[in-house]
């Protein structure tokens, strides 16, 4: 599976838009990418997911750059709930994969008053 | 709606003393199950996962195992846990393979 590399940890102000960049630079065709967060001792929770479109629900909007080597996830409207650690995560279908989702480090989001 | 338990949800356990940990899904069938452990200060790693009744593959050589009785229960075993058995573990579940996994609260292990 492609490796992502994200930002350790980031700083936004509540009521701002918070803009989380993730590179995964050797991602491949048959390979989607994923957001989840986890907020301190709770599972992860699924966030949005995407393979070459921009997309957008309810929690946030996630947007791919043209050739796929990068994406942001957008939370239009931050507030202090939403201090998490947030994975970015490529994510092979199909073959003997079995959709197994590979979690690195994250990016530590801090919602500031 | 589809809804996912595991328990207990804390446990200390002695080394050398065996585990069971579970975990059901509520509100679908046949679903891809998935278990994960999340080390102090690290990032979740798959342990096991199933796409079927008595399938269990594993990702990683470990002192754990893996059984699924039933289509939606998923049992995270070990005969003697270890001090590197402490953890967080997460068990979760999907409609299939091109589908989000969701989350379980999670038991957090410790040994001692």
Not at chain 2, 20 to 44: F, I, K
Not at chain 2, 51 to 80: C, H, M, T, W, Y
Request: proline fraction near 5%; glycine fraction near 8%; charged fraction near 15%.
């Amino acid at each position: 599976d492609a490796k992502t590399t994200q930002p350790t940890s980031m700083d936004c102000a509540e009521g701002r838009a918070a803009n989380l960049p993730c590179n995964h630079s050797t991602i491949s065709g048959n390979e989607y990418v994923y957001w989840y967060r986890q907020i301190h001792s709770q599972g992860p929770q699924y966030i949005i997911h995407g393979l070459k479109n921009n997309e957008t629900n309810e929690m946030a909007s996630l947007i791919i750059t043209e050739d796929r080597k990068s994406s942001t996830l957008i939370l239009p409207h931050a507030t202090l709930r939403d201090t998490a650690v947030y994975y970015c995560i490529v994510r092979k279908v199909g073959g003997t994969s079995y959709g197994k989702l590979t979690f690195g480090q994250g990016t530590i989001l801090t919602v500031h008053p | 709606s589809q809804t996912i338990h595991q328990w207990p949800a804390t446990l200390v356990q002695p080394v050398g003393s065996p585990l069971s940990l579970e975990c059901t899904v509520e509100g679908t069938s046949n679903p891809n199950l998935y278990w994960y452990r999340q080390a102090a200060g690290r990032g979740l790693q798959l342990l096991f996962y199933s796409v079927g009744i008595g399938q269990i593959s594993s990702e990683v050589p470990q002192n754990l195992s893996a059984s699924r009785p039933q289509d939606r229960q998923f049992i995270l075993s070990s005969k003697k846990l270890l001090l590197s058995d402490s953890g967080f573990y997460l068990c979760a579940w999907s409609v299939n393979e091109y589908q989000p996994q969701h989350f379980g609260d999670g038991t957090r292990l410790s040994i001692l």
